[in-house]
Nanobody
Framework: QVQLVESGGGLVQAGGSLRLSCAAS????????TAWFRQAPGREREFVAG???????TYADSAKGRFTIFRDNTKNTVYLQMNNLKPEDTAAYHC?????????????????WGQGTQVTVSS
């Protein structure tokens, strides 16, 4: 199985940028569908962005035009570049991997999860 460790979260002002990293060990990340989810207090975990085994991307409407997900196979790491951050982006961000054959957006379809990294955007 694969182990996932996120990093890169922090406190940033509105309009700023952060890059989150999800480093994998145990298995090659490109053999999974990989996604970023986020969860704010009192809210359900929601899909942010995902990347397929072949490198295709899908984004939630809230992330389109501002966030970019990409994978570095040489580092076995998936990244989430977040630009023009807004206070409503404040949440714990989790990386997840799925054995699904296609990209799925429901968190229940993901088999492996990292511990999460906190992103806080101040206004």
């Amino acid at each position: 199985q694969v182990q996932l460790v996120e990093s890169g979260g922090g406190l940033v002002q509105a309009g700023g940028s952060l890059r989150l990293s999800c480093a994998a060990s145990g298995r090659t990340l490109s053999t999974y569908v990989t996604a970023w989810f986020r969860q704010a207090p009192g809210r359900e975990r929601e899909f942010v962005a995902g990347v397929t085994r072949s490198g295709g991307n899908t984004y939630a409407d809230s992330a389109k035009g501002r966030f970019t997900i990409f994978r570095d196979n040489t580092k076995n790491t998936v990244y989430l570049q977040m630009n023009n951050l807004k206070p409503e982006d404040t949440a714990a961000y989790h990386c997840a991997a799925s054995t699904s054959l296609r990209l799925v957006v429901g968190p229940a379809r993901y088999d492996y999860w990292g511990q999460g990294t906190q992103v806080t955007v101040s206004s």
